[in-house]
C-alpha cells in the first residue's frame, strides 16, 4: 500500500468516528471511550446491532467477488472504507483480477494510518484521505488520476457509507458525481440502512443522538440512489439474501431485515 500523505497522522479521539464504531462492532480493538460510549447505547437499543456490521462486511466480499469475478472489473473507488480489516476490497478484487487497483477513500485520518500498517506493500493500492462528499476533488486526487483509467470501467463502492449522509448532504448528488465520470459497464455497489417502522426508527435515533449520523431511508429513497442505473439480480434486497453463499433464514430477523443493498451497472 502507497499513498501521498507521508506526515504522522494525528486525529482526534475524543469524539466518536464511524470506521473505529463500525470496526469495534466487527470485533475490532482500534476504539477509545467516545466510540465505545455510542456502541454502548446502540446495543441498548438493539442488542443485536453488531450483526448490522458483520452482514456489512460479508456482502462486501460477496459484492466484489461478483465484480472481479462475474463482471471482470479491475478498477475500484472503495468511498468511505473504514479501517482494513479481513477480506478488504483488494484482496478479494485480486484473488480473481490480479491486477485489479483499488483506491481507499476515507475521510478519517486514523484509516490513512492503519491502513499503511495493515495492507502492506502493493503497489495497485492507495489510501487516501478525502471527503467522498466532494466528488470532484476526490476524482481529482493524485492518486486517483495515476490509478484509475476512467476510459475503463470502475466499481464505485458505497458500502455501508450512504446513510451517514444527512439528506442536506444530497447523497444522490453524491452518487452522480461519481458516476457521471466513469464510463459505461461501470457499476455502482451500495449498502444502505432501510427505515422499516418503529424498531428501525429506534435504532436511527440512537445513531443520530449518539454518533451524529445514521440514516435509515425507505426503500424508494434508497432505489433513488440506482435512477438511471440496472440493477443487477436480485436487485436491492436485505443483505443476506443478496447472491448468499449459505442457507438463508426465513423468515429473516429484525436485523437482517434493516440493511438492504444492491449492485447496478452504467449502460
Same mark, same amino acid.
Do not use: C
Given at each position: 500500500?502507497? %499513498?501521498?500523505?507521508?506526515?504522522?497522522?494525528?486525529?482526534?479521539?475524543?469524539?466518536? %468516528?464511524? %470506521?473505529?464504531?463500525?470496526?469495534?462492532?466487527?470485533?475490532? *480493538?482500534? !476504539?477509545?471511550?467516545?466510540? +465505545?460510549?455510542?456502541?454502548?447505547?446502540?446495543?441498548?437499543?438493539?442488542? +443485536?446491532?453488531? +450483526?448490522?456490521?458483520?452482514?456489512?462486511?460479508?456482502?462486501?466480499?460477496? /459484492?466484489?467477488?461478483?465484480?472481479?469475478?462475474?463482471?471482470?472489473?479491475?478498477?475500484?473507488?472503495?468511498?468511505?472504507?473504514?479501517?482494513?480489516?479481513? &477480506?478488504?476490497?483488494?484482496?478479494?478484487?485480486?484473488?480473481?483480477?490480479?491486477?485489479? *487497483? $483499488?483506491?481507499?477513500?476515507?475521510?478519517?485520518?486514523?484509516?490513512?494510518?492503519?491502513?499503511?500498517?495493515?495492507?502492506?506493500?502493493?503497489?495497485q493500492i492507495r489510501v487516501i484521505t478525502a471527503d467522498l462528499r466532494d466528488p470532484a476533488a476526490v476524482?481529482?486526487?493524485?492518486?486517483?488520476?495515476?490509478?484509475?483509467?476512467?476510459?475503463?470501467?470502475?466499481? $464505485?463502492?458505497?458500502?455501508?457509507?450512504?446513510?451517514?449522509?444527512?439528506?442536506? &448532504?444530497?447523497?444522490?448528488?453524491?452518487?452522480? /458525481?461519481?458516476?457521471?465520470?466513469?464510463?459505461?459497464?461501470?457499476?455502482?455497489? $451500495?449498502?444502505? !440502512?432501510?427505515?422499516?417502522?418503529? +424498531?428501525?426508527?429506534? =435504532?436511527?435515533?440512537?445513531?443520530?443522538?449518539?454518533? /451524529?449520523?445514521?440514516?435509515?431511508?425507505?426503500?424508494?429513497?434508497?432505489?433513488? =440512489?440506482?435512477?438511471?442505473?440496472?440493477?443487477? &439480480?436480485?436487485?436491492?434486497?436485505?443483505? %443476506?439474501?443478496?447472491?448468499?453463499?449459505?442457507?438463508?433464514?426465513?423468515?429473516?430477523?429484525?436485523?437482517?431485515?434493516?440493511? $438492504? /443493498?444492491?449492485?447496478?451497472? *452504467?449502460?
Amino acid at each position: 500500500m502507497t %499513498s501521498s500523505e507521508s506526515a504522522p497522522v494525528d486525529f482526534d479521539v475524543s469524539k466518536p %468516528s464511524i %470506521s473505529r464504531v463500525y470496526d469495534a462492532l466487527l470485533g475490532g *480493538k482500534d !476504539f477509545y471511550p467516545s466510540d +465505545e460510549r455510542v456502541i454502548e447505547h446502540l446495543r441498548q437499543t438493539m442488542p +443485536e446491532v453488531d +450483526e448490522l456490521a458483520r452482514l456489512n462486511r460479508a456482502v462486501l466480499g460477496r /459484492g466484489v467477488k461478483y465484480l472481479a469475478g462475474k463482471a471482470g472489473l479491475k478498477q475500484y473507488l472503495d468511498l468511505g472504507a473504514g479501517l482494513p480489516t479481513m &477480506e478488504n476490497t483488494h484482496q478479494v478484487a485480486q484473488a480473481f483480477q490480479p491486477d485489479a *487497483k $483499488v483506491v481507499y477513500v476515507d475521510k478519517d485520518p486514523i484509516v490513512l494510518a492503519h491502513g499503511r500498517a495493515l495492507l502492506g506493500d502493493n503497489d495497485q493500492i492507495r489510501v487516501i484521505t478525502a471527503d467522498l462528499r466532494d466528488p470532484a476533488a476526490v476524482l481529482a486526487h493524485p492518486d486517483v488520476q495515476k490509478m484509475i483509467d476512467f476510459s475503463e470501467p470502475v466499481a $464505485v463502492m458505497f458500502v455501508g457509507m450512504l446513510h451517514h449522509l444527512h439528506d442536506d &448532504e444530497d447523497p444522490e448528488g453524491v452518487v452522480a /458525481g461519481y458516476m457521471d465520470a466513469v464510463p459505461a459497464g461501470s457499476h455502482l455497489f $451500495v449498502t444502505h !440502512f432501510l427505515d422499516n417502522g418503529p +424498531e428501525s426508527q429506534a =435504532l436511527e435515533k440512537s445513531f443520530l443522538d449518539f454518533l /451524529g449520523t445514521g440514516r435509515f431511508r425507505t426503500e424508494a429513497e434508497i432505489l433513488r =440512489l440506482f435512477r438511471g442505473f440496472d440493477l443487477v &439480480e436480485p436487485g436491492l434486497v436485505p443483505l %443476506s439474501n443478496w447472491q448468499p453463499d449459505t442457507i438463508v433464514r426465513d423468515p429473516l430477523p429484525l436485523v437482517e431485515q434493516i440493511i $438492504v /443493498g444492491g449492485i447496478a451497472v *452504467k449502460s
